[in-house]
């Protein structure tokens, strides 16, 4: 064994072998320095007696008794074995040196005798004196050199101490002898050679693969040597635990293995080995660049590499298998205890010197640990032969470390972990590789490639990522609000073009939504409907879609058709029965029934699928109610009033209590004709649903409305006023959901000027008619509302104010006639028109409008007069005699209802007296025209009574009743009468031309101007 000085200065010459710590402390790495042993190796004197062979050979031929199950379980040569010798043992067997006991072999025992013409003698270096010792040992024919398992302990760590020794002195055995050994005599614990013990490996023959030379076989026709090779028994017994488990078949044999069959142990069987790949011709040696010594052993015809990269291939073999199925009978008749066991057929190992020096540069280029973990897998490890043939194979073949250290962890069952970016070059070698192209472009400007190549890619995926999925819908977001506020500036078809710039850069469905609806409050329907539209062609079966879309067609164009055909195409034909696609669907055809009453029965049938399928909820009833009061069916809708009335936890909305309200309202005014709904008289508690309107939903302005019509039937004018102001607020605010609704804006205007009218407020119940008007003709001019004389009644009242109030003929007549064109035109209507045409001197147009009037008011007074006028001015003097003879007998008979008339006092009997004074100057005007023509004189004498008639009159009106004194003005009969007593040129008879304004009597309007 090796002294501590000797290891010091080994461990001190490898750590210099190829500048190692320098190359790993420039790659980041430390150097790992090998720990010595704390006690010095104590040697194991070889015995010189005679006997000593006897006892070694008992002691081994009793251990290779032993039984599998007395066998060493586990046998773990680890790496922190190899490293750290144990220096401690608890058996006086485990303290045996193996390599000690190699040493007491006898040179007789191994060797052939001397007459072989082919042996010879390596210069091993060592002193003769050695040499010699080692020729004169003697060891039994009979002896058996089967190794005990206790044998193998610390054999690793020996291995890699012999292995790594550098200044140890070089070791030359014969060409013929297989077993190499190197003997250290001296009692100062001279180191021994392990490397007499590694080349046991190669003993396995053709079991390891090696092919038989020409020599081996003819040594094996030698009957002297091989009989005598044949008595010694040198098998190693089985390890439990230390191989892997096998079937009978294929199970090595190796307890029955023995060295008399390798022919491995004498004279010129050596020659086997000439084809053995473990070095080349001879051995040569190594010199480091760096001037570090590195021995290697020189064997002509079977080379050994220094001491550092040996290795021990095949010692499975040697272990497991054996050269014939002959000596396996021979074996296991020796040991009596192991019967014929079947050989299985591995590939054979042949290396030539070629392949052997790959490996060698393989084992080289590898880490220590790794190194040392195939050497251990090769020399020590008993794994199958496939594996060991694999194992070769990769190391021939150059396997990367990473791939060879995988491998040999699967089968030692342990990690190896290999060193960063490790490589194991000498000096010189390593200069070279640094200076090269590939080197500086591998571990310069390939790193900062790679470097640059992640950062470019990391960048791109960044700005792709942050483009796509930040920017992208930002920059669309940006521009989507941007078209949104132009549709407040009015620019419609500029906020479309920025709408579909922004979705082409990123679809967002909320937008379609935003825009339709935006598009919608600004009254811009066509832009509205594109946006629903679109929405469905690029998101089909959008369910929310779908119901606004059909909301808004209904709603808001009265497209029912549409409407109905988009909740069935997008809804209900993918589910029959989905509630909000048949409330929809309800809802639809109720409005879609204002306009054709048939539609109703649609409504009818899916309000009662929905009732069929989820029962009788108070949605689908609260539908039904209205239902019912479209459908005008009083007695269904009394007692959905008291459902829904009993309780407040019962859920329905604003809108429906205040259209029941408005309903019950309509039958309580109504005026009844023919027999009477018994019904009508069970309604009660119609002011607690109008407020309870209110209170459900505040922003309803229906409640408003009716609640408004309530009390100005049963309340007092101011709070229908404050109702009418409510109701304008809310109206203004709440969407345009049905034409319904619209009429009750427009009514809401109506009947809130005429209470400013009543007031007197003139000019802002004018501004409330001409809003209401603005809603009207838009209503008309978007198909929602159809001309009606219920609205055209709103521009008789506007013209009204410029009529009575304003005297602004021109824009009442221009009112008037717009009544007329929407069917109001009542005979008033029409009697103001034709005022305002005789007052423009249009005769006919006046007379036209005035015959119209007088099929309603054949007898009215104000009427006649008018009548008289205008066919007088238009030269009609017989027509114009009939009218005014009517309105004086009109006018006679009043005056006979008193018995004296006080004008004075009376205002009746004023107007009384002023019409009969004008009707007697007119009707004797008309006569005198009448004489003239036809030349009847009787006319004459007619129109001069009546001019004195006239005249009474007008003494009556102005005489001053305290002091009856006449006064002194003339009327007009006075001046007719003059001309025709006295005639003056160029005189033209007078008639009185004014008319009254209004032909009501009495007229609200004159009543309201006389306030």
């Known amino acids: 064994m090796p002294s501590l000085q000797d290891l010091q200065e080994f461990k001190a010459s490898l750590k210099n072998i190829g500048r190692e710590p320098f190359v790993l402390q420039e790659s980041g790495e430390g150097y790992d320095d090998l720990p010595l042993p704390d006690t010095e190796p104590i040697p194991i004197e070889l015995s010189t007696s005679e006997d000593a062979p006897s006892e070694v050979s008992s002691e081994v031929a009793s251990m290779a008794s032993l039984s599998p199950s007395n066998q060493v379980d586990e046998v773990d040569f680890s790496l922190d074995d190899l490293e750290k010798p144990s220096t401690t043992s608890s058996t006086t067997e485990e303290d045996f040196d193996f390599g000690s006991f190699l040493d007491s072999i006898s040179e007789e025992a191994l060797t052939e005798p001397k007459n072989t013409e082919d042996e010879s003698v390596l210069d091993t270096g060592l002193p003769q004196t050695l040499s010699d010792q080692t020729e004169h040992v003697d060891v039994p024919e009979n002896m058996d050199f089967s190794v005990p398992d206790d044998l193998l302990q610390g054999f690793s760590e020996e291995i ?19 077993v ?10 001279t180191t021994e050679q392990v490397s007499d013990i590694l080349d046991l490996e190669s003993s396995g023959g053709e079991e390891l693969g090696f092919e038989e030379t020409q020599e081996t076989t003819e040594l094996s026709q030698n009957p002297t040597t091989s009989s005598k090779l044949e008595e010694f028994d040198f098998s190693i017994p089985e390890f439990e635990g230390s191989f892997p488990e096998t079937s009978p078949d294929t199970l090595p044999p190796s307890s029955s293995s023995t060295f008399g069959d390798l022919g491995s142990l004498g004279g010129s069987e050596v020659s086997e080995y000439d084809e053995f790949s473990l070095g080349s011709e001879s051995f040569q040696e190594i010199h480091n660049d760096n001037e570090d010594i590195t021995n290697k052993l020189d064997v002509s015809q079977g080379g050994l590499s220094g001491v550092e990269d040996f290795s021990l291939s095949g010692i499975d073999e040697l272990f497991m298998q054996t050269k014939e199925p002959a000596s396996i009978e021979k074996a296991s008749e020796a040991s009596g205890k192991k019967g014929n066991i079947p050989i299985p057929i591995v590939e054979e190992i042949t290396l030539s010197e070629e392949d052997f020096k790959k490996l060698e540069q393989t084992l080289t280029s590898y880490p220590l640990n790794l190194r040392i973990a195939c050497e251990e897998l090769i020399a020590e490890q008993a794994i199958l032969p496939e594996q060991l043939s694999t194992l070769i194979k990769m190391l021939i073949r150059g396997s990367s470390a990473k791939e060879t250290a995988s491998f040999a962890s699967k089968i030692l069952g342990r990690s190896i972990p290999i060193p960063k970016s490790f490589e194991k070059k000498t000096g010189e070698a390593l200069e070279a590789e640094q200076a090269s192209f590939a080197y500086i472009f591998r571990h310069r400007m390939l790193p900062i490639l790679e ?12 700005f792709y990522l942050s483009f796509e999925f930040i920017y992208t819908p930002l920059k669309a977001e940006s521009i989507y609000k941007k078209g949104f506020e132009r549709i407040d500036a009015g620019d419609y078809q500029r906020a479309n073009e920025r709408f579909f710039e922004a979705f082409n850069l990123w679809r967002k469905k909320s937008w379609f939504f935003k825009y339709a609806q935006k598009f919608r409050d600004k009254r811009q329907y066509i832009y509205a409907e594109q946006k629903y539209e679109e929405l469905l062609r690029y998101y089909p079966r959008d369910k929310k879609g779908a119901l606004e879309f059909a909301h808004f067609e209904a709603t808001y164009l009265n497209n029912y058709v549409k409407a109905d055909r988009i909740l069935r195409n997008h809804i209900l034909d993918y589910a029959i029965d989905d509630k909000d696609g048949l409330l929809a669907l309800g809802d639809v055809n109720l409005a879609w029934g204002d306009m054709e009453p048939v539609r109703y029965e649609e409504a009818r049938k899916a309000f009662a699928r929905y009732m069929e399928r989820y029962g009788k909820e108070d949605p689908v009833l609260e539908r039904m109610l209205k239902y019912f009061i479209r459908t005008d069916n009083l007695a269904e809708v009394l007692p959905l009033q008291v459902y829904f009335m009993e309780s407040k936890k019962r859920k329905i909305s604003g809108a429906t209590l205040a259209e029941m309200g408005g309903y019950l309202l309509d039958k309580k005014l109504q005026d009844v004709k023919g027999v009477p709904d018994k019904n009508i008289s069970r309604i009660e508690g119609l002011r607690e649903v109008l407020e309870r309107a209110i209170k459900t939903d505040r922003n309803i302005p229906e409640g408003y409305y009716h609640l408004a019509r309530y009390f100005s039937k049963f309340g007092k004018p101011v709070d229908e006023q404050a109702m009418l102001e409510k109701a304008l607020s809310v109206f203004d605010t709440a969407p345009e959901l049905s034409s319904r609704r619209i009429g009750y804006h427009i009514d809401t205007y109506r009947r809130y000027a005429l209470l400013l009218r009543n007031n007197r407020e003139f000019i802002t119940a004018q501004a409330q008619l001409v809003a209401g008007l603005k809603v009207y003709e838009d209503a008309v001019q978007r198909r929602i509302l159809a001309r009606s004389s219920e609205f055209g009644r709103l521009y008789a009242d506007l013209a009204d ?12 007549l221009q009112h ?12 008033e209507v029409q009697y103001r028109i034709g005022v305002i045409h005789y007052t423009n001197k249009n005769w006919a147009e006046a007379l036209e409008k005035f015959f119209i009037t007088s099929l309603e008011f054949p007898l009215n007074r104000r009427l006649l007069l008018a009548l008289g ?3 007088y001015m238009r030269g009609d003097y017989h027509a114009a005699q009939g009218y005014y003879n009517r309105l004086l007998d009109i006018l006679e008979t009043e005056r006979s209802r008193f018995p004296m008339l006080v004008p004075n006092d009376r205002p009746d009997h004023m107007e009384l007296v002023e019409r009969l004074m004008m009707a007697r100057n007119n009707l004797a005007v008309t006569l005198e025209s009448l004489a003239e023509v036809t030349g009847d004189n009787k006319l004459r004498s007619q129109a001069l009574a009546l001019y004195a008639e006239s005249s009474r009159a007008w003494d009556l009106i102005t005489r001053d009743p305290k002091r009856m004194v006449r006064s002194g003005s003339k009327n007009l009969a006075f001046l007719n009468t003059r001309n025709s007593l006295y005639p003056i040129k160029n005189y033209e008879r007078q008639i009185y031309s004014p008319i009254d304004k209004d032909v009501l009597e009495p007229s609200l309007w004159e009543e309201l101007l006389e306030k």
């Not at 890699?160 to 297989?178: A, C, F, G, N, Y």
């Not at 104010?801 to 009442?812: L, P, Q, V």
């Not at 008037?816 to 005979?827: F, H, Q, R, T, V």
């Open 160 to 178: 890699e101490e012999s292995r790594s020794e550098q200044d140890s002195k070089l070791i030359h055995t014969p060409q013929e002898s297989v």
């Open 180 to 189: 190499e050994e190197t003997l250290a005599g001296d009692d100062e614990g």
């Open 451 to 462: 470097l640059f190549t992640f950062i470019v890619l990391l960048t791109a995926s960044i």
């Open 801 to 812: 104010i410029e009529y009575f109030s304003a005297g602004n003929y021109e824009s009442a």
């Open 816 to 827: 008037y006639m717009s009544s007329l064109e929407n069917g109001w035109a009542p005979a």
């Open 869 to 871: 006028n205008a066919t």
